[in-house]
């Protein structure tokens, strides 16, 4: 229950931000077309209102002028001629005609005619067009009236004409344009929100199908994630801009301000000289070795970053060398160690099996003495290989080859005075294994072949390793007392691929060749068939 509780508190966490964004964009639009509307309608209706003034004062002034032509005419002609303009005039309520004795010629409304005007009478003194338009309050209510002077033929004043709009139907009109507004207004909001949405899943398909607080949280998760890890990691986009880079990428390089680190990385290090490269050809490198300014030795794995077949990125792993180095000699000295408990194992049941037979015989004093022989002997090799070497995964190689030796009936013989310090050489011990492997083991090769064949050999099987070193040198050598290498094998012996011993071998002494040279040192070998072979390799550091 508590699992489903928070699994449904993270969905909802999740959905804010969608929610939020949805939120935002209806507020958007519907507060800027609620803006744009009343903006709009006030400006339609003020000027609904100016051109209503004006169409209210153009037609006084025409009725006024038909009127001129028409003030002679008998009163029953000019009240049905008015009565058919004002018919055909919607925006005008009343057309009024007061005399200059202030006596209504003519008014809509026919019970007025002939009746005392008692209403505001227009100043012409001061409107000297001879019209104009003002508000004011008459029989009918509030209204808007538009004034025109009337003049006879010699220009005397002799009275005035009103056109007049009742304010409710001004009212009506605005009420409309408002009405129609408020309409666009919501249908413009329906079709903006219908749009959002259709803008919303394009967006969606857009992020593959993610919402974008999903994009959130996984960015948070890879940053934690990315910021975890033990390696360095730097990203760039294609103008090698750096776009991410890790602390411990920081720390390897020993540059934690921002200037510092665009400086160190796009300026010395990684994005020119090496991520640049990546970003034109698009193939990934592995395995370069670099040495900071602090003298940090690393690995750095540099891979494109791939958009629909462009590359549009690149990303340097770097690894700490020294910490990789520290690692494989650890695994290296425990797997030496297995193999010379394994070795170890299968010598002691022979042994056993020997002390078992001369017990069932009776010689137990033969037995005691065995046993006691064995003791010494094993102690005198460890003893001996754990004083003449001082590195852990170096000796556990050793001892593990001795263990083989003697399971190969091979008598190993550590050479007098041999002696291997670390403080002498810096040698990754994990080369030291490799180099000192392979010999060793082609030596056993050589020894297990001695009675391949027509000939036997009688002589002893004996392998003689040596290690020596002294500041800045090192000699190690390796020699058998087997069957030899002919001279037209001798000058294959470094090439890849070739091997006596059958197909899919001949890797070891190629890439053992490969190694020293690596590490600036030489590798050379006597040898003369039917006495046996010793390889010499040379190091300064």
């Known amino acids: 229950m508590k699992a489903e509780i928070r699994k449904s508190k993270q969905h909802n966490g999740l959905n804010d931000i969608r929610h939020e964004i949805q939120r935002v964009q209806l507020i958007l639009i519907i507060v800027t077309t609620i803006l744009l509307s009343?903006?709009?309608?006030?400006?339609?209706?003020?000027?609904?209102?100016?051109?209503?003034?004006?169409?209210?004062?153009?037609?006084?002034?025409?009725?006024?002028?038909?009127?001129?032509?028409?003030?002679?005419?008998?009163?029953?002609?000019?009240?049905?001629?008015?009565?058919?303009?004002?018919?055909?005039?919607?925006?005008?309520?009343?057309?009024?005609?007061?005399?200059v004795n202030n006596i209504r010629i003519y008014h809509t409304n026919h019970a007025l005619i002939g009746t005392e005007y008692d209403g505001t009478h227009p100043d012409f003194s001061t409107h000297k067009k001879g019209y104009y338009t003002e508000s004011d309050i008459g029989p009918s209510g509030p209204q808007r009236r538009s004034y025109s002077a009337i003049y006879d033929e010699k220009g005397r004043y002799i009275g005035f004409l009103m056109t007049v709009a009742l304010k409710t139907s001004i009212k009506s009109v605005t009420n409309k344009i408002i009405l129609l507004f408020f309409v666009v207004t919501i249908a413009a909001i329906l079709i903006e929100i219908s749009i959002c949405r259709v803008f919303s899943r394009k967006l969606k398909k857009r992020l593959l199908g993610y919402e974008p607080d999903a994009f959130s949280s996984m960015f948070k998760i890879r940053d934690n994630i990315l910021e975890s890890i033990s390696d360095g990691i730097i990203a760039v986009d294609s103008e090698e801009d750096i776009q991410f880079i890790n602390k411990t990428a920081r720390n390897i390089l020993g540059c934690n301000a921002e200037d510092e680190k665009l400086n160190l990385i796009k300026e010395k290090v990684f994005t020119s000289k090496f991520l640049g490269g990546i970003l034109k050809d698009g193939k990934p490198v592995f395995g370069l070795q670099e040495e900071t300014e602090e003298g940090t030795a690393l690995l750095m794995d540099c891979v494109p970053v791939m958009e629909n077949g462009v590359v549009c990125g690149a990303v340097a792993i770097l690894h700490d060398r020294t910490e990789y180095t520290k690692l494989m000699e650890e695994l290296s000295g425990t797997k030496y160690l297995v193999d010379s408990m394994r070795a170890n194992n299968h010598d002691f049941t022979n042994k056993l099996h020997v002390i078992l037979g001369l017990i069932h015989l009776?010689?137990?004093?033969?037995?005691?003495?065995?046993?006691?022989?064995?003791?010494?002997?094993?102690?005198?090799?460890?003893?001996?290989?754990?004083?003449?070497?001082?590195?852990?995964?170096?000796?556990?190689?050793?001892?593990?080859?001795?263990?083989?030796?003697?399971?190969?009936?091979?008598?190993?013989?550590?050479?007098?005075?041999?002696?291997?310090?670390?403080?002498?050489?810096?040698?990754?011990?994990?080369?030291?294994?490799?180099?000192?492997?392979?010999?060793?083991?082609?030596?056993?090769?050589?020894?297990?072949?001695?009675?391949?064949?027509?000939?036997?050999?009688?002589?002893?099987?004996?392998?003689?390793?040596?290690?020596?070193?002294?500041?800045?040198?090192?000699?190690?050598?390796?020699?058998?007392?087997?069957?030899?290498?002919?001279?037209?094998?001798?000058?294959?012996?470094?090439?890849?691929?070739?091997?006596?011993?059958?197909?899919?071998?001949?890797?070891?002494?190629?890439?053992?060749?490969?190694?020293?040279?690596?590490?600036?040192?030489?590798?050379?070998?006597?040898?003369q068939v039917g006495a046996g072979t010793v390889f010499m390799v040379e190091l300064k550091g």
Do not use: W
């Not at 297990?448 to 002294?470: C, H, I, Q, S, Y």
């Open 38 to 99: 009343v903006g709009g309608a006030f400006v339609n209706v003020n000027a609904n209102d100016k051109a209503f003034d004006q169409n209210l004062q153009d037609t006084a002034e025409l009725i006024t002028r038909i009127y001129g032509f028409m003030k002679n005419a008998p009163s029953q002609e000019l009240q049905n001629g008015m009565d058919s303009i004002g018919a055909e005039l919607e925006e005008v309520d009343v057309i009024s005609i007061v005399g």
């Open 362 to 527: 009776g010689e137990y004093e033969k037995a005691v003495s065995y046993i006691e022989n064995i003791s010494i002997i094993q102690r005198q090799t460890l003893s001996a290989v754990m004083a003449a070497v001082d590195n852990a995964s170096f000796a556990a190689l050793l001892i593990g080859k001795i263990a083989r030796s003697s399971e190969c009936n091979v008598k190993f013989i550590l050479r007098e005075g041999s002696r291997f310090k670390n403080a002498d050489i810096s040698v990754p011990s994990e080369a030291l294994v490799t180099i000192c492997g392979n010999l060793i083991d082609n030596a056993l090769d050589s020894m297990n072949m001695m009675n391949a064949g027509d000939v036997t050999f009688d002589r002893p099987r004996e392998l003689v390793f040596g290690v020596f070193t002294k500041p800045g040198e090192l000699l190690i050598t390796v020699q058998d007392s087997g069957c030899g290498i002919p001279e037209e094998i001798g000058e294959r012996i470094f090439e890849n691929g070739f091997s006596t011993k059958g197909t899919g071998r001949g890797v070891g002494m190629y890439h053992t060749k490969q190694l020293v040279e690596s590490l600036g040192g030489k590798i050379s070998f006597e040898s």
